[in-house]
Every structure is written in structure tokens, then in C-alpha cells.
């Protein structure tokens, strides 16, 4: 009875601070899936990574919200619909409601059959910009947590480096605690330039925070 009663006031403050979360507010004025658009708009804003004519791939794609608005970047004055120019295709484990003009693969990027889906998407272009805004299922216990986030955040190092053009970015989410200086420095083995971003729409209470690597080395 007292796990129960302790998960009912864990979700009871949550429901609370997500119906004062101004950032929860915005997006839904703005029609965006979920608060963290706005983590990418301010990334985006500070280093114009996102622009029209790019090949750009979200990786963990779902709900959507990152594809959300790196769509409203390819698309003329930043609208909500209409066409692209660009091609923006978005791949999760998880399902996704479809937005215009993505393409969306569900499956693992790893496997050989989607990445022949992926390449068709692109037309064998090379991709500009990959943003990963994936985490796993956290645990509770700091060195497992640790580890999965890590692994996820190789995954998507990986990906870039095999995937970007050599002038290309990756936006990739992290947390800081145990590895995280290991993954700013597997950005600095990949990238020219590594920045590290903490956005406003980023919860104080919340260790993630973001590396961008600009320029495969």
C-alpha cells in the first residue's frame, strides 16, 4: 500500500507541473506534440543547424515533436503543412502518428533492413543534420541507467558517423553523471567542434542536458 500511495503523489505533482509547465502550455498552442520542440528550437536558434534543402533524420522519433519542428524548418515560412523543401524522415522502435511530408520507418536503425528503407528515403543522399532525442526507460539504479543511456548515445554517434555528410551535425541527447564525460569525448574523437547545450525548456530539476558535434573529423 505505500508504493501505491507513493505513486499516486508521484503522479499527482507530475500532473500538476505539467499543467503549470508554461513550455507545456506553448506547445500546445503552437501544436506541437510535446515541450521538448522547444529543446531543438533553442538549439537551432543558437547554432542554425536546421534549414531548407536539408536531409535531416530524428532518431527515436515519437511522439513527434522534434520532427514537428525540424518539418516547420523545411517547409516554406515555417509552416505547419504544405510541402518540404528538404526531406526529413523520422525512425522509432515505437509507433508514431504520421506528420506531412515525414517519412516515418518504424524499427531498430541498426538493422540492415531498415537502413535500406532509410537510404531509399534519402534517395542515397547524404544526411545534414541527425537529432537524437532517445533515452531509455530508466531504472532507478545509476549504473544501469548510466550504462542504457550511454549505449543509446554510441548508437547515434555511430549512425552520424556512418550516415553524415562530412560537414553534417548530430544533436544528441545526454545526462550528466556517470559517463558523461567519456560521451563529450567520443563527440571530440567524431567532431570537429562539440557544444554543449542546456535549453531553457530543459527542467532545472532534470540532469539531461545536449552535445552537438559539428563537422565529422
Known amino acids: 500500500m505505500k508504493i501505491q500511495t507513493k505513486s499516486k503523489k508521484v503522479n499527482k505533482a507530475w500532473m500538476h507541473q505539467q499543467a503549470n509547465d508554461p513550455w507545456v502550455r506553448l506547445a500546445h498552442k503552437e501544436g506541437y506534440r510535446a515541450r521538448a520542440a522547444y529543446k531543438l528550437k533553442e538549439i537551432d536558434e543558437r547554432l542554425h543547424l536546421l534549414r531548407p534543402g ?3 533524420v530524428d532518431l527515436g522519433s ?9 518539418r516547420r524548418r523545411l ?3 515555417g509552416a505547419a503543412a504544405g510541402a ?3 526531406t526529413l524522415v523520422a525512425l522509432d522502435l515505437l509507433e508514431m502518428e504520421p506528420i506531412e511530408g515525414v517519412t516515418f520507418l518504424q524499427g531498430d536503425f541498426r538493422e540492415d533492413e531498415v537502413l535500406a528503407r532509410l537510404r ?4 542515397g543522399r547524404p544526411v545534414d543534420v541527425v537529432i537524437s532525442d532517445m533515452a531509455p526507460n530508466l531504472s532507478g539504479v545509476a549504473a544501469v541507467d548510466g550504462a542504457r543511456i550511454s549505449h543509446l548515445v554510441e548508437l547515434a554517434v555511430e549512425f552520424a558517423a556512418h550516415h553524415l555528410h562530412h560537414d553534417g551535425a548530430l544533436v544528441a541527447k545526454v545526462f550528466h553523471g556517470s559517463g558523461y564525460a567519456q560521451l563529450v569525448e567520443l563527440f571530440r574523437q567524431h567532431f570537429r567542434a562539440v557544444k554543449v547545450i542546456k535549453p531553457k525548456a530543459s527542467r532545472d530539476q532534470s540532469a539531461e542536458t545536449y552535445l552537438v558535434g559539428l563537422g565529422l573529423r
Open 54 to 56: 536539408q536531409v535531416i
Open 62 to 70: 515519437t511522439p513527434g515533436a522534434w520532427s514537428q519542428y525540424a
Open 75 to 77: 517547409a516554406p515560412q
Open 84 to 86: 518540404l523543401d528538404g
Open 120 to 123: 531509399e528515403a534519402v534517395a
